[in-house]
T-cell receptor, first 114, second 115 residues
Framework: NAGVMQNPRHLVRRRGQEARLRCSPM?????VYWYRQLPEEGLKFMVY????????ESGMPKERFSAEFPKEGPSILRIQQVVRGDSAAYFC????????????FGNGTRLTVT | AQSVTQLDSQVPVFEEAPVELRCNYS??????LFWYVQYPNQGLQLLLK??????LVESINGFEAEFNKSQTSFHLRKPSVHISDTAEYFC?????????????FGKGTKLSVIP
């Protein structure tokens, strides 16, 4: 049973470019969460999605960031016009619908903005 | 809202020595508590969790943590560490009950095991 799959593992973008981060949840999991880990910080919640629905985006920056989880395919975290401050590790997690099972995390995408 | 404090950002310890990584939390509601471990360039792996029941929880690789409600703590301990335990450890809390997806993490403690 494959775990949470994220790609790419490493992503380098120049300032002003777009970054697209992908996440496939564990088999049987219908809930996806995105977290961001800034250097020397703990993980911070960004957004919670179910298929075709954004449930909670209270942790998402108001501009340039968006997330989707389409009916088919992986969840996408999209960052437009990246800036140096977006450099971080972005982790995706998934869970089944029971709401009490601990989150399972992927290995993350490390975004570097040059 | 919850918050988590991990007082020690780095803990060096000699191999086969005991270790305690401290975690304190604050919350106005009942919580679930977790320890996650992150090995270099990898994602977070769940180490152990407290949801309810016995306040002492154990992992398969010898770690244990005890939920102390009066002290609002969930310290992680291991009686004898190995080189392979070198990693960063994150304490996390969520509101107890259905839909407890918003984990609040501490800033992490880097455990370095010295041969």
């Amino acid at each position: 049973n494959a775990g949470v799959m994220q790609n790419p593992r490493h992503l380098v973008r120049r300032r002003g470019q777009e970054a697209r981060l992908r996440c496939s949840p564990m088999k049987g999991h219908s809930h996806v969460y995105w977290y961001r880990q800034l250097p020397e910080e703990g993980l911070k919640f960004m957004v919670y999605l179910q298929k075709e629905n954004i449930i909670d985006e209270s942790g998402m920056p108001k501009e340039r960031f968006s997330a989707e989880f389409p009916k088919e395919g992986p969840s996408i975290l999209r960052i437009q016009q990246v800036v140096r401050g977006d450099s971080a590790a972005y982790f995706c997690a998934s869970s089944p619908p029971d709401g009490e099972t601990p989150l399972h995390f992927g290995n993350g995408t490390r975004l570097t903005v040059t | 809202a919850q918050s988590v404090t991990q007082l020690d950002s780095q803990v060096p310890v000699f191999e086969e020595a005991p270790v305690e990584l401290r975690c304190n939390y604050s919350s106005s509601v009942s919580v679930y508590l977790f320890w996650y471990v992150q090995y270099p360039n990898q994602g977070l792996q769940l180490l152990l969790k407290y949801l309810s029941g016995s306040t002492l929880v154990e992992s398969i690789n010898g770690f244990e943590a005890e939920f102390n409600k009066s002290q609002t703590s969930f310290h992680l301990r291991k009686p004898s560490v190995h080189i392979s335990d070198t990693a960063e450890y994150f304490c996390a809390v969520s509101e107890a009950g259905a839909g407890s997806y918003q984990l609040t993490f501490g800033k992490g403690t880097k455990l370095s095991v010295i041969p």
